[in-house]
């Protein structure tokens, strides 16, 4: 099966800075897309930032200027390098993965279990 796990969450002051990293390991053939989205309590699931394997990326407008999504595709890893970060901002942020398996399957999206980033002022 394929796994998802993100990492470097955490509280942080209003303007500081994060680095969030998303790790997806088991039976894939290539990846086609990460992305990290983003889902506060009460509120609905949103796109922060995507990259595909070839580099092409897009951001949410809310964070555009202050986050940058980047991969290692050898490494089958993305990051999401958070900074100015604002009390909105705050929520738990969620790794997808877009992947061809090298098994059968019938899914071909996967999710991490998220990683909580708080921003307090």
């Known amino acids: 099966q394929v796994q998802v796990v993100e990492s470097g969450g955490g509280l942080v002051q209003a303007g500081g800075s994060l680095r969030l990293s998303c790790v997806v390991s088991?039976?894939?053939?290539?990846?086609?897309?990460m992305g990290w989205y983003r889902q506060a309590p009460g509120k609905q699931r949103e796109l922060v930032a995507g990259?595909?394997?070839?580099?092409?990326?897009n951001y949410a407008d809310s964070v555009k200027g202050r986050f940058t999504i980047s991969r290692d595709n050898g490494e089958n890893t993305v990051y999401l390098q958070m900074n100015s970060l604002k009390p909105e901002d705050t929520a738990v942020y969620y790794c997808?993965?877009?992947?061809?398996?090298?098994?059968?399957?019938?899914?071909?999206?996967?999710w991490g279990q998220g990683t909580q980033v708080t921003v307090y002022s």
């Open positions: 088991g039976s894939i053939f290539s990846i086609n897309a």
């Open positions: 997808n993965a877009r992947v061809i398996p090298a098994v059968w399957s019938t899914r071909n999206d996967y």
């Open positions: 990259i595909t394997n070839a580099g092409s990326s």
